[in-house]
């Protein structure tokens, strides 16, 4: 089934504040709170997808990359593109207002739940070619493991994990503080067991107990064609370990893009300035200018008719030869701006033959356009 767009799952519209977005999220979360709806399937499905919505439109980051490439962008699990979250990271100022209305404070009801793992997010740098066809990459990540030895308990042995005698195996302890206003209870993180409800007589000499070894590892990206400089794709669960059962965090890649020696890029569409000299001009000519060639992905020379009578400046629009649309919504266009070069250095017989095609064309004397235009700026002093 595919998904709905996070706008209508929140039920805002694409120009939505950011205080819009989060008194939408606000209201949505607490109506399908499990709290409010035990065993009540549909309601669990609609608050993870109200979770989902929010920390994608929540985030400027990610909400830039969700209406560039939408759910495409997003991936949809377990490697792949996107996966901006889905887990209940960064809502503690609004699950706080939430989990008051059922008793105890926000840290405390959390405590013992799992967690998401922390986002990596990494840089890389592509040529103009790997950016514009696309390229797969290795990434090389540090990030922690899973114990092989423990595999991820932090004991040597089964036997040498217990219940925590402190807080029954809860995670959590209840906590009374007499206030002006009566005794209050709340409920915090266990001291003694840090909220995962065990406790290990003889830790993993592997990992010292840890449960997680820092490693090294390479992931194989691979880069859609037409990225551009500045883009980030997300890779879902490629993050760092959660914690408690929760799943990884995702890894952020922040792409940079070398600039090309003949092209300039905006947008799906490439410029490229070409010079040619007065005769080309004037006479017209077949030149070769550079250009894409998607098939072999790199940059050709392909020809290119130059007009007779063509002026400086002038810009031919080249149907279709530009970048690839990453969303899949067609292609760009390459610009041709001609610049006529004028000679510095002519020698005597260059000079002669100018001098007479100045005068077999009356270039010697002014064109009427030039002489209007001389007029209006004698008009426009003397008045």
């Not at 991820?152 to 219940?163: L, N, P, R, V």
């Not at 010079?275 to 098939?295: C, H, M, Y």
């Amino acid at each position: 089934m595919s998904k709905r767009d996070y706008y209508e799952v929140l039920g805002v519209d694409k120009n939505a504040s950011e205080d819009d977005i989060k008194k939408a999220y606000r209201k949505m979360a607490m109506k399908y709170h499990p709290d409010r709806n035990p065993d009540n399937a549909e309601a669990e499905e609609n608050f993870k997808e109200v979770n989902e919505a929010y920390e994608i439109l929540s985030n400027s980051s990610k909400r830039t990359q969700y209406d560039q490439f939408g759910h495409a962008g997003m991936g949809n699990g377990g490697g792949g593109y996107g996966g901006f979250g889905g887990g209940t990271g960064g809502f503690e100022d609004i699950f706080g207002d939430i989990f008051d209305m059922f008793g105890g404070g926000f840290s405390g009801q959390r405590s013992n739940r799992p967690q998401k793992g922390a986002d990596i997010k990494v840089g890389i740098t592509l040529t103009f070619e790997e950016a514009v066809f696309g390229v797969e990459k290795e990434i090389k990540i540090s990030r922690d493991e899973e114990c092989e030895v423990c595999h991820g308990k932090g004991a040597e042995k089964e036997s040498d994990i217990q219940t925590c005698d402190r807080c029954g195996g809860a995670g959590q302890i209840r906590v009374n503080q007499k206030t002006p206003f009566g005794v209050m209870q709340s409920v915090r993180t266990c001291d003694k067991c840090g909220g995962k409800g065990k406790t290990v007589s003889k830790p993993c000499t592997a990992c010292g107990g840890q449960g997680t070894k820092r490693k090294e590892k390479v992931i194989n990206v691979n880069i859609p064609s037409g990225v551009e400089d500045g883009s980030v794709l997300p890779l879902r669960e490629e993050g760092e370990l959660g914690t408690l059962g929760g799943r990884r965090g995702d890894l952020y890649i922040y792409i940079t893009v070398k600039t090309h020696p003949f092209f300039v890029r905006e947008g799906m569409d490439l410029l490229c300035e070409i010079p040619i000299t007065f005769v080309q001009a004037a006479l017209g000519d077949e030149i070769l200018i550079p250009s894409l060639n998607e098939k072999k992905k790199t940059v050709e020379q392909v020809k290119f008719s130059i007009p007779e009578g063509t002026q400086s400046h002038q810009t031919f629009r080249l149907k279709g030869r530009g970048v690839v649309n990453p969303r899949g919504y067609g292609k760009g266009d390459q610009y041709v701006k001609v610049k006529v070069e004028v000679p510095k250095k002519l020698n005597a017989e260059q000079k002669d033959i100018l001098k007479k095609f100045a005068q077999s064309s009356g270039d010697h004397e002014i064109h009427e356009q030039s002489k209007s235009f001389w007029d209006k700026v004698k008009d426009h002093f003397n008045t």
